[in-house]
Each structure stands twice: as C-alpha cells, then as structure tokens.
C-alpha cells in the first residue's frame, strides 16, 4: 500500500499539512512523535544521552529537557553528530516498522495511505522507502517569524538550526509534490487537497477509490 515522505525544514509548517492529510483519510506517522518515544525517562537510548551530555540535559522528573539538549547540540556538529547516533536508529527502526507493517498483505487497511512526516527525511535516508516525496515549502522571512514566535528562539539560535538542515533548495529538487505554505492556511489545504485527489487517483485507480 503506499507510502508518502511528508518533509520540510524547521518552521515549514508540516504539522500543518499533516493535519490536513489526516482529515482527508491518511494516516499519520510522525517522527517527531516518536523521537520523543525513544527518548522518554527510563529508556537505553535517554540514558546514553546522559552518559554523553551529563545530568544537566535532564528535567527535575528525570525526563530530557530538550530545550537544554538543542542547546548544546545546534552550536556543536559533534554533539549532533553523537545525538544521532544514539536516537536515529532508534527512530529508524520504530517508522520502519510501521511502513512493514502498513505494506503488509494481513494489513486490515487495504486501500489506506500512510504518511511519514519526517524532518530528516533525506538524511535518514527513508526517501527510499516511500512511493514519492512531498516537500513543504515557505519563504525565509515567514519561517524565521514562525520559530521567534512558536519557539521563542532568538536570529542567532534560529540561523544554527536553519544551517545544521538540508538547504530547502536541494529538498524541492527530490520532490514529488510541493507545498507552498508561505500563504493563507486556506490556500495551503487547496494545495493538500488538490495532491491528495491526483495521488489517490494515481494509486487507486484501479480499486475504485479509497
């Protein structure tokens, strides 16, 4: 059954798309979701993180302080790096195995389509393992507003975490379908909406709809 690579840059706005796909019947499976699963208190991979990073990464409850991990990891490749190694397989493996199984011949859901929003989608390599790749697109002044305001991050934090993600430019190149969400939110779920008819008419031609 197919799959799509839902993916953008920071502030893009997938969340926003993904939403949008899910009302109109998809199925989500967001990397975010599960990279905040792999990391939860009294887990192998949170404790190798303070093992590498130390005790201060941690919240009062024991649980990872993201804020203080993005921190030290956005102005250090290394540190990067070492988060990688410790959580992406770990998330690999988890979206992995929800692609197995949504392929899978005893899947109850015949005619579903399952989306990956992964961030990462290309450096993880998982363009491989979906049918085709939508991009979310938007323009640089709208993305910088959106992380000051949602992330309450200031220019310089903002411009580490632009520069540590594949430029935009080199992701549109790779896509599919693209969607521009530098506008109205109207218009952005046009935009889904009008990819989301010609992929279901590509795919399900043959099965009478989903």
């Given at each position: 059954m197919p799959v799509i690579g839902l993916t953008g840059n920071i502030g893009s706005g997938k969340s926003t798309v993904a939403r949008r796909?899910?009302?109109l019947g998809a199925k989500i499976v967001d990397a975010d979701r599960v990279a905040r699963e792999v990391v939860r208190a009294g887990t192998p991979a949170?404790?190798?993180i303070v093992d590498n990073f130390g005790p201060e990464v941690l919240n009062t409850d024991g649980t990872l302080d993201r804020k203080k991990l993005g921190e030290i990891v956005f102005?250090?490749?290394?540190?990067?790096?070492?988060?990688?190694?410790?959580?992406?397989?770990?998330i690999k493996e988890?979206?992995?195995?929800?692609i197995k199984k949504h392929r899978s011949k005893e899947s109850p859901h015949r005619k579903e389509v399952l989306v990956i929003d992964v961030p990462l989608l290309f450096e993880t390599g998982f363009n491989h393992d979906v049918d085709?790749?939508?991009?979310?697109k938007i323009n640089e002044d709208k993305q910088v507003k959106r992380l000051a305001e949602r992330d309450a991050?200031?220019?310089?934090?903002?411009?580490?975490?632009?520069?540590?993600q594949m430029p935009q430019e080199?992701?549109?190149?790779y896509?599919?379908?693209v969607i521009d969400n530098s506008g109205e939110l109207r218009e952005t779920e046009k935009q889904v909406d009008r990819h989301w008819l010609d992929f279901i008419k590509e795919h399900f031609q043959d099965a009478g709809g989903i």
């Amino acid at each position: 059954m197919p799959v799509i690579g839902l993916t953008g840059n920071i502030g893009s706005g997938k969340s926003t798309v993904a939403r949008r796909l899910k009302k109109l019947g998809a199925k989500i499976v967001d990397a975010d979701r599960v990279a905040r699963e792999v990391v939860r208190a009294g887990t192998p991979a949170l404790k190798e993180i303070v093992d590498n990073f130390g005790p201060e990464v941690l919240n009062t409850d024991g649980t990872l302080d993201r804020k203080k991990l993005g921190e030290i990891v956005f102005t250090d490749p290394r540190a990067r790096a070492s988060l990688n190694q410790i959580t992406h397989p770990r998330i690999k493996e988890a979206i992995f195995q929800e692609i197995k199984k949504h392929r899978s011949k005893e899947s109850p859901h015949r005619k579903e389509v399952l989306v990956i929003d992964v961030p990462l989608l290309f450096e993880t390599g998982f363009n491989h393992d979906v049918d085709e790749v939508w991009v979310v697109k938007i323009n640089e002044d709208k993305q910088v507003k959106r992380l000051a305001e949602r992330d309450a991050l200031m220019p310089d934090e903002i411009r580490k975490r632009l520069e540590a993600q594949m430029p935009q430019e080199e992701k549109l190149k790779y896509a599919r379908r693209v969607i521009d969400n530098s506008g109205e939110l109207r218009e952005t779920e046009k935009q889904v909406d009008r990819h989301w008819l010609d992929f279901i008419k590509e795919h399900f031609q043959d099965a009478g709809g989903i």
